[in-house]
């Protein structure tokens, strides 16, 4: 997690450009969230909030909501502190690995945005009870993720729409292998329908998709 962390910190001043570009369709996906959060979201919980894009876009649903962000990257918790100004009396910030993450307070909402392929496996599924512990009854597990396919020739064609989109979106042949070696060295992604699987082993309810596009996929889940 500390080669994570100094990845994130290196990127993070270039990270909210950087990300529309080598991430299709995440304007589309940020739009679907919030569009499918239920209107009596009050309290939210961001797991990997990055430069806080989450938190910021349902700010635009849900002013009066009251957040904590966590990020094992202090760089990009900085970034979230300036995008979220205006709410920084609605907002807590905590600089920790998502997967050590432990609270005694409970949420209506847990998100979590491109961060649980940088677990482990094992880790995915003891993260995905954690947060289950953090809902309220009835609350919602909303994550955005970068999914393999569910066969190899579903996941090579995706990845070779990936590839053309980081064309047409002007990047160079030595930043795409910059994207590539990255997703190498931190990425731990998984076909969509295991992840739905271990919702299901951990007992979440009410268990969704919402968005896909190619490889980027938001799902969700409710705990009873």
Same mark, same amino acid.
């Given at each position: 997690m500390?080669r994570?962390?100094?990845?994130? +910190?290196? $990127?993070?001043?270039?990270? +909210?450009?950087?990300? #529309?570009?080598?991430?299709?369709?995440?304007?589309?996906?940020?739009?679907?969230?919030v569009?499918?959060c239920?209107?009596?979201?009050?309290?939210?919980?961001?797991l990997g909030?990055?430069?806080?894009?989450?938190?910021?876009?349902?700010?635009?649903?849900?002013?009066?909501?009251?957040?904590?962000?966590?990020?094992?990257s202090?760089?990009?918790?900085?970034?979230? $502190?300036?995008?979220?100004?205006?709410?920084?009396?609605?907002i807590? #910030?905590?600089?920790?690995?998502?997967?050590?993450?432990?609270?005694?307070?409970?949420?209506?909402?847990?998100?979590?945005?491109?961060?649980?392929?940088?677990l482990?496996?094992?880790?995915?599924? #003891?993260?995905?009870?954690?947060?289950?512990?953090?809902l309220?009854?009835?609350? #919602?597990?909303?994550?955005?993720?970068?999914?393999?396919?569910?066969?190899?020739?579903?996941?090579?064609?995706?990845?070779?729409?990936?590839?053309?989109?980081?064309?047409?979106?002007?990047?160079?042949?030595?930043?795409?292998?910059?994207?590539?070696?990255?997703?190498?060295?931190? +990425?731990?992604?998984?076909?969509?329908?295991?992840?739905?699987?271990?919702?299901?082993?951990v007992?979440?309810?009410?268990?969704?998709?919402?968005?896909?596009? +190619?490889?980027?996929?938001?799902?969700?889940?409710?705990?009873?």
């Open positions: 500390d994570l962390r100094a990845s994130f +910190d290196k $990127k993070a001043q270039e990270y +909210d450009q950087w990300i #529309y570009t080598v991430c299709p369709f995440y304007g589309d996906v940020l739009t679907a969230l569009d499918y239920p209107p009596s979201t009050q309290y939210v919980l961001d909030c990055g430069s806080g894009n989450v938190t910021h876009a349902l700010m635009g649903r849900f002013p009066k909501m009251r957040a904590t962000l966590v990020d094992i202090p760089k990009m918790l900085s970034l979230a $502190k300036t995008k979220l100004k205006e709410q920084s009396e609605q807590e #910030y905590i600089e920790k690995d998502i997967s050590l993450f432990t609270s005694s307070y409970t949420y209506d909402l847990v998100v979590s945005s491109l961060a649980m392929h940088h482990e496996e094992k880790q995915k599924e #003891y993260f995905c009870e954690k947060v289950l512990k953090h309220v009854p009835g609350g #919602y597990f909303f994550v955005i993720e970068q999914v393999t396919g569910g066969t190899r020739h579903f996941h090579e064609i995706a990845h070779a729409y990936w590839l053309a989109d980081m064309k047409r979106n002007d990047l160079t042949q030595d930043e795409i292998a910059d994207v590539l070696a990255r997703k190498e060295d931190h +990425d731990k992604c998984e076909p969509l329908i295991r992840q739905l699987e271990r919702l299901k082993k007992g979440f309810v009410g268990i969704d998709v919402l968005f896909k596009r +190619d490889s980027i996929v938001l799902f969700a889940a409710q705990k009873y």
